[in-house]
């Protein structure tokens, strides 16, 4: 195995199995007749990989997806293999931590899109509906404030960029273009119906889910499965209920707290980096765990 990249935040012992790639937080591991996923505890915002991470983030992340996998099965088969632990067992993969943080999946081939789900107005939505009343290319009423719910939750897809590269909007014509109309259209009904399950589940436990990506992958007969994470605090936006007030950014427990701090800093938002003062590190980490916490918890309710 390749050694890891210099700026990976990794707990994880040697893994026994050839690397074979390294996303923006994943290092990704030839099983043979399956891949092994490990999640690091690395930080990305703005597309860039920071130097510092979160602690225990990455198990946090692996964790809460497979709760979610486990909550969707019925909406769309996920990309595991069954009894995650029989496997570890089988193939020798015994330390606990990297159980942890580690899915074994199947072999798919990823989709070059990612599947974004938008229930309220926030971020570059926001941004993009003040310069043209507009999101993706939908065309919203007037008067909308900061973080209101929309009409209805849209799907407004995004190139899948290299690493360090920006993902781009994507019109519905360009993922036909590129998909096909029915695997695009398949895209766009289990992403809305992803959103709404986690939306649900999410209000149940006092939380609202803002916006949400998924990503997708195929087997060799076409089947589509969902894969990579899911419904994560990486890959989504959460407001506490309690404090939701449209007219402002909400507080969230996503990145948003280390994208704040960065763009205070004037960073121009290409690698390297800056570093994170620890109390960023500190209060990031608590938002993971409340997040997940709150989100299962509220389940059980």
């Known amino acids: 195995m390749r050694s890891l990249p210099a700026h990976a935040v990794t707990t994880f012992p040697h893994v026994p199995f050839p690397h074979v790639a390294s996303g923006k937080v994943r290092e990704i591991f030839d099983l043979g007749d399956a891949l092994l996923l490990v999640a690091s505890d ?90 043209s009343s507009q999101v993706c290319g939908h065309v919203l009423p007037p008067g909308l404030r900061q973080a209101d719910l929309l009409p209805a939750p849209l799907f407004t897809p995004t190139t899948k960029a290299p690493k360090g590269q920006h993902d781009a909007p994507m019109t519905d014509a360009e993922g036909v273009a590129l998909l096909g109309a029915e695997r695009f259209h398949t895209l766009q009904r289990l992403s809305l119906a992803l959103y709404h399950r986690g939306h649900d589940l999410a209000a149940r436990a006092g939380m609202i889910l803002a916006d949400t990506k998924f990503e997708f992958g195929t087997d060799a007969s076409g089947k589509v499965f969902l894969i990579d994470e899911a419904l994560t605090p990486d890959s989504s936006r959460y407001w506490p209920a309690e404090s939701y007030a449209p007219g402002s950014s909400p507080p969230s427990y996503d990145k948003q707290f280390v994208r704040d701090h960065l763009l205070a800093l004037k960073w121009d938002q290409t690698p390297p980096g800056p570093r994170l003062p620890a109390d960023v590190i500190q209060r990031t980490q608590e938002k993971y765990l409340t997040a997940v916490a709150r989100l299962v918890d509220g389940a059980r309710a």
């Open 42 to 131: 690395r930080l990305s915002a703005f597309d860039v990989i920071l130097p510092d991470g979160i602690p225990g983030k990455g198990i946090l992340l692996t964790q809460l997806s497979l709760w979610w996998f486990e909550q969707t099965r019925d909406l769309i088969d996920n990309h595991l293999f069954p009894d995650q632990a029989g496997e570890f067992q089988r193939r020798g993969l015994t330390d606990r931590d990297l159980q942890l943080r580690s899915m074994i999946v199947r072999k798919l081939t990823p989709l070059p899109i990612e599947c974004v789900v938008r229930g309220y107005l926030a971020g570059s939505g926001w941004s993009s509906y003040q310069k």
